[in-house]
């Protein structure tokens, strides 16, 4: 360590107290402004965080990775950038760092393990700035910083809300982290629950593919059959050969070739069967009809909130029905 550091504990009350009408990069309505910051906030809070503070010179090797995981993957194009900018102009951003709570002479990374890397690779001394933090301000602290500076991408943004609930923080912990409300946050886990963890490994950040195209490959991944299939295939030699970049678009033309490949291999469904598929492939209806019988199967993601709908409206849709049988019998 460079010189002696007096800091002060942060008063993260005084941060939290002071929010805005939010501006997230997804939309949000109602109740949610109240519960999520702005970006601008966030890059505010940072930098209440750092300023004022003494900067020491540490050693990477003293400095042990964040409790909770917020990368899949970081030696893209943009790490390389980094590394080369440091590598020639030296670090112009200080990291954060808390004492470590086993060994009084280590120290944890809140945020900047990109920076702590490089630093590492590099042979040279970190700038840094400590604090005493404990897990959650550590953890609001470390998800901020990445939502500021919009480095993360979507999927490792799901990641680490994950991480962040299994290491025992709350939902709203989590949502104050990285800006969002209890809507995104619903749809990031659905996401990291039905990716299995080995294909989400190989696929890695995904820096290009937003929100839509991972529902979109979660809604592939709930057939039992081609998340089989998504398994295996990730683990070809072919696929990962790909640029990192590539995977994700391959991995998900190929489970929708495999789906029409398979439908067409299925028998025709017999003349009292009919099945339908929302345009939104949210909603699948299937019926199968016998002399004085008829069952009828809804599933997929719309299944429970559009029976509800379709319960509640039975009588009007009844009344329609006669309606319509007495035009035609009156034709």
Known sequence: MARENPFSKLDMASIASNQTPTKPGYGMTGAAKTVVRSIEDLAENTKKLMEGEVIVDLDPRLIDVSFVADRLSDDGEEYQELKQAIASSSQTTPILVRPSSSDSQRFMVVFGHRRLKVARELGIPVKAVVKKLDDITSAIAQGQENSARSNLSFIERAYFAQNLLASGMTKDVVRSSLAIDEAMLSKMLGVVEAVPASILKVLGASKKIGRDRWLSLRQLLLAPAL?????????????????????????????????????AKKPKASASGKDWTSSDSSLNFVMNAKSKRVAIELSNVEAKPFSEWLSAHMDRLYDEYKGSKQENNGD
């Open 227 to 263: 998340l089989k299939v998504a398994t295996e295939h990730v683990e070809t030699a072919g696929f990962i050969e790909l640029a990192e970049d590539e995977r994700f678009e391959e991995l998900h033309d190929f489970l929708k070739r495999y789906k029409v490949k398979s439908a």
